[in-house]
């Protein structure tokens, strides 16, 4: 996949764990897990509002678009 997700990141820039922002923004942390690790097929708008509303962010800050070149160079 293409787009890389930097949840990690930008938690920590904030300093909250991911369990706070399950209780914060009423998500499962199955469902955080699976977006921080890369694994989600898909994202809603509605869940990516919510993340950006309480880490007070961009879409953009959460989610990366890496083209498939620059991902093969990374593992060489």
């Known amino acids: 996949m293409t787009i ?9 820039d904030r300093k909250m764990s ?6 914060r923004v009423g998500i499962t942390m ?7 690790t890369g694994k989600a097929r898909a ?4 869940t990516l509002d919510l993340l950006c509303k309480e880490l007070d962010c ?7 678009y890496e083209p ?6 990374a593992a060489e």
């Open 43 to 46: 994202v809603r708008f509605s």
């Open 30 to 36: 199955a469902n955080l897990s699976i977006l921080k």
């Open 4 to 12: 890389k997700v930097n949840l990690d990141r930008v938690l920590l």
């Open 68 to 73: 498939e070149d620059e991902i093969k160079l």
């Open 58 to 64: 961009q879409p953009a800050d959460i989610l990366v």
């Open 18 to 23: 991911l369990t706070q922002l399950a209780d």
